[in-house]
Nanobody, 125 residues
């Protein structure tokens, strides 16, 4: 079992930055692909970013490309999401997830086995 705990959310003005962290426990996530998803009120959960187990390949939703950066620290068993140039439409609960298996891409939530409880990000205009 893997437990994931997100932190770093909060209230920020448009144009500001936040860095989310996802700390894993229970077992090492060094061989897992990791992803970030978000869900705004009344909307479906959507893919934000993903990183392969060795950090060699990253994936981003078009809406965040060039503004968000996903990274991982295997020694710390932690994954990060650096969010810059935030917009009000980035407001959502952000969730990290871990995938045990190899896939060609990681945009689908069904490809993840473990999920955190989420951290709220609110961007004011």
């Amino acid at each position: 079992q893997v437990q994931l705990v997100e932190s770093g959310g909060g209230l920020v003005q448009a144009g500001g930055s936040l860095k989310l962290s996802c700390a894993a426990s229970g077992r090492t996530i060094s061989t897992y692909a990791m992803g970030w998803f978000r869900q705004a009120p009344g909307k479906e959960r959507e893919f934000v970013a993903a990183i392969r187990w060795n950090g060699g390949r990253t994936y981003y939703a078009d809406s965040v490309k060039g503004r968000f950066t996903i990274s991982r620290d295997s020694a710390m068993n932690t994954v990060y999401l650096q969010m810059n140039s935030l917009k009000p439409e980035d407001t959502a609960a952000y969730f990290c997830a871990a995938s045990r298996n190899y896939y060609s891409t990681y945009e689908r939530s069904s490809r993840y086995d473990y999920w955190g409880q989420g951290t709220q990000v609110t961007v004011s205009s």
